[in-house]
C-alpha cells in the first residue's frame, strides 16, 4: 500500500524515459561552417582510443598524467597547427592549413613540409570528444 502512489507515476515515468532515449544522428563535416564544430585545440586521449579510431579532448579536459600529448588546432579560415611533443616535453606547434576532401574528410598540409599531407576522418565530433581516423596512406 505504501508504494500505491509511485506506481502510478511508474508510466509517466517510462514514457519521460523513452521520449529522451533518441539516437543521435551522425555529425556531417561537409562544410566550412560545419567545421565550426571542430574549431580549437584537440589533444590526444590515447587512453580512450579503440583500434584505428583516435580520441582528443579539448585542451581544458582534465587529462590523467602523461608524458606529453600530441594533438591540433581546428581555426577558421582554413589555418591549421598541428602539436608534437618537444624535446622539452612541452609542446611544439607546426602551423598549416586545411581543407575539406568530400564528407568527414580534412586534409591537412602542414607548412614546414617536414612530413607529408595527410587526411583525417572525422568518425565523431560532440560532447567534449572528438574521434578521427587516419585515411590510407596518410602517417600513422
Not at 551522425?26 to 579503440?50: C, F, N, Y
Request: glycine share 8%.
Amino acid at each position: 500500500m505504501l508504494f500505491r502512489p509511485f506506481l502510478r507515476l511508474l508510466p509517466l515515468s517510462l514514457l519521460l524515459l523513452a521520449a529522451t532515449c533518441q539516437q543521435r544522428k551522425p555529425v556531417i563535416v561537409s562544410s566550412p561552417a560545419s567545421m565550426k564544430q571542430l574549431e580549437g585545440t584537440w589533444l590526444s586521449s590515447r587512453e580512450e582510443d579503440r583500434g584505428d579510431t583516435l580520441v582528443y579532448r579539448p585542451n581544458t579536459y582534465k587529462f590523467p598524467p602523461s608524458r606529453g600529448r600530441t594533438g591540433f588546432k581546428f581555426e577558421s579560415f582554413g589555418r591549421f597547427e598541428q602539436f608534437d611533443i618537444a624535446p622539452t616535453d612541452g609542446l611544439a606547434g607546426h602551423p598549416g592549413s586545411w581543407v575539406l576532401e568530400g564528407d568527414n574528410r580534412v586534409r591537412i598540409h602542414l607548412t614546414e613540409g617536414q612530413e607529408p599531407d595527410y587526411t583525417l576522418e572525422v568518425v565523431s565530433v560532440g560532447n567534449k570528444v572528438l574521434k578521427v581516423r587516419r585515411v590510407a596512406n596518410s602517417k600513422p
